[in-house]
């Protein structure tokens, strides 16, 4: 799944509070084992450089929130008022 491609589809007023709601997922799930160390690695680096509310950011956020709290993740989307990117998103994991 291209996460970039995926970010670069919302609005960037979103980006904010989006990564607040998937740090919230992430740094709650129970699910901590399914989390590459480069990944985590990668969210701690944009993290420390204050660029999670980026695209690359983001799209690490994502993609760990979708790895650990996947149904959390697309609720978010349609709470947002960002249902077709969780269609989008339903519709990748599916052919996958």
Known sequence: MDYRT????????????LSSKLVDFILTSKNDEKMPSQLANTILHHWQNDTLVSEFGLA????AALLLEPDKTTGAFAEMELAHISEQIKDITLKT
Do not use: Q, R
């Open 60 to 63: 690490a956020l994502l993609e």
């Open 6 to 17: 995926l970010v670069s589809s919302i609005p960037v007023s979103k980006w904010d509070p």
